[in-house]
């Protein structure tokens, strides 16, 4: 087990069949955090509305964090637009604090905004219907992968995700992005003492530069199996799980394809 000063997952959608509780479950048991950040959309409310599915792994997932928070850690529950019931609770639960946001300081000094991200997506703001009709169609997208994804192990071929291989290839998706990652950076311009900020959302794991400000994305638990973490300097790192023996690797900041590094004390900046 790696033992790492933060953590920051996202949207990892409990309570739907695209989650992939087992691939979260294997990168809680590989690290263990001092702070470990819940980004939003832990539990998936929208899905579970529509219908119940709750497989024991999900369980598994809820007793994990809780029992990091019993042996220590201190869990940060930021709540998103598909858990929002959470946001009427906001305080101390034994380790577990829930807020609307929070200001990380890193090891080494930078303070880093932490949100969710829809805050500051004008479809799910102020076009809720729409937002839940993009959300059944994407619920199609991320079905279709537990088939494909099942063909390909056979193969002895890594997880592959076709909701995230049609997002980048659309471009109105593309320009969304885009716009939402520079919506963040004006939202940090306005925080005082702010250099940097860590969000979700739009499911699309990312460590750039915005102009003079640091932007880091978790990424989520349906598609890209990605996660921040901060060592004892304050280096942040985004790791992704691929689903193969060896399930978790480094991701290079601004890097679009993964660089092979093996899980231990040797990982790669």
């Not at 509305?49 to 024991?56: D, E, H, L, N, S």
């Not at 940060?76 to 009427?88: K, L, Q």
């Not at 088939?147 to 320009?175: C, H, M, T, Y």
Request: hydrophobic share 40%.
């Amino acid at each position: 087990m790696r033992h790492c000063r933060t953590g920051w997952i996202s949207d990892v959608h409990l309570g739907t069949r695209g989650c992939q509780a087992e691939a979260l479950l294997h990168f809680l048991k590989c690290y263990e955090f001092e702070t470990l950040y819940i980004v939003g959309d832990l539990i998936d409310v929208w899905a579970l509305k529509r219908g119940i599915y709750w497989p024991q792994a999900h369980s598994d997932v809820i007793q994990k964090l809780l029992r990091a928070g019993r042996k220590g850690t201190q869990v940060i529950y930021i709540p998103g637009n598909h858990d929002e019931f959470v946001s009427g609770f906001h305080g101390e639960y034994g380790a577990v604090t829930v807020m609307p946001r929070a200001i990380h300081t890193t090891a080494d000094g930078r303070r880093l905004l932490v949100i969710h991200g829809h805050e500051l997506d004008a479809v799910v703001q102020n076009i809720k219907w729409l937002a839940h009709v993009g959300d059944l169609g994407y619920a199609l997208l991320l079905r279709l992968n537990t088939p494909i994804n099942w063909f390909r192990k056979l193969f002895g071929l890594s997880f592959w995700s076709l909701s995230a291989a049609a997002k980048r290839q659309v471009k109105s998706a593309v320009n969304y992005i885009g716009a939402f990652e520079s919506a963040v950076a004006r939202l940090v311009k306005m925080e005082k003492d702010v250099q940097g900020v860590v969000c979700g959302h739009i499911h699309t794991p990312a460590i750039r530069n915005i102009g003079d400000l640091e932007y880091f994305n978790s990424g989520d638990w349906v598609e890209s199996l990605t996660a921040l973490i901060e060592d004892q300097s304050g280096v942040i790192q985004l790791v992704v799980h691929t689903g193969r023996s060896e399930p978790l690797q480094n991701l290079a900041p601004e890097t679009p394809e993964p660089v092979v590094a093996p899980l231990g004390p040797n990982v790669l900046s």
